[in-house]
């Protein structure tokens, strides 16, 4: 399945990442290169926008989620992991369904977690484990990656 394939190759990118900078990886300089995926380069996050899902996925799920250090969001650590906000505007527009379309099949996404200006702490794999459509957020659980995800190139 190719979602998965895309996902592989983010989660590996993402613990080169990691091992080179530490728990915080830079936007610029880092994040912003990407990863590869069958010859091309495919975005981690959207830095304009919190919810994303890459062109190269055929899924409906996203990929990531981002939080930035000044959300203007209530997005918040709870005990069960992290309250995330839906895009504001239609509950229903293709972001925030690419979240319930996440909790439905539980694929695995990255929780960009801003931790100063253009700094983040990538968290993965979390899973959407409950989806409040008029709270108008998701709850966001770390999880730990098996299956094809645990078998990182």
Not at 102 to 109: D, E, G, I, V
Request: with cysteine.
């Amino acid at each position: 399945m190719r979602d998965d394939d895309v996902r592989s190759s983010c989660f590996a990118a993402l613990d080169v990442l990691c091992a080179k900078h530490g728990p915080e990886v830079p936007y610029a300089g880092g994040l912003d290169a990407g990863f590869a995926f069958r010859g091309r380069r495919v975005p981690f996050l959207n830095y304009q926008k919190g919810i994303y899902r890459a062109a190269a996925q055929r899924g409906p799920a996203a990929l990531s989620v981002n939080t930035s250090y000044t959300s203007p969001y209530d997005d918040q650590e709870t005990p069960d992991g992290f309250l995330y906000a839906y895009r504001a505007g239609d509950v229903d527009q293709p972001d925030n369904r690419a979240l319930r379309a996440a909790c439905q099949l539980q694929a695995p996404l990255v929780y960009f977690v801003g931790t100063r200006p253009g700094w983040y702490r990538p968290e993965w794999p979390v899973f959407v484990t409950a989806d409040d459509p008029a709270a108008r957020c998701v709850t966001l659980t770390p999880g730990r990656m098996t299956g094809p995800y645990d078998e990182r190139a």
